[in-house]
């Protein structure tokens, strides 16, 4: 085995791990922990290693993940609720959209 194909198969193991760590329906796992810990930081840091070395590329990214790591919020983002992929995030996001703004207001607190 010589050093490229080494390096491939460190990529492999080190994104399967983001994968499952990170990313494991496709989108950011909600970690606090991970988040400030910069878990996310250093594995865009790999991803993006392992690409520009000609190694594995992160194909387990939904796309809207992968539109948003690569544009930021600098494009506008096609998004749909059927990109949700937890349940219950996508349950209230329904009702907030199906909500009528007289609605919403009524159920304001004072003063926020």
């Not at 194909?59 to 349940?87: H, K, N, P, R």
């Amino acid at each position: 085995m010589h050093y490229g194909e080494l390096e491939n198969v460190f990529f492999s193991e080190v994104l399967k791990e983001i994968k499952g760590r990170l990313f494991a329906t496709g989108v950011p796992t909600a970690s606090t922990a991970a988040l400030a810990d910069n878990e996310f930081l250093y594995a865009g840091n790999l991803m993006a290693a392992s690409i520009l070395q000609g190694g594995t590329t992160p194909c387990f990214l939904q796309t809207w993940v992968y539109d948003y790591m690569i544009m930021g919020l600098s494009e506008e983002l096609e998004l749909s609720i059927d990109d949700i992929t937890a349940s219950e995030m996508k349950n209230f996001v329904e009702k907030v959209r199906t909500s009528t703004i007289k609605y919403l207001q009524e159920r304001c607190a004072p003063g926020i």
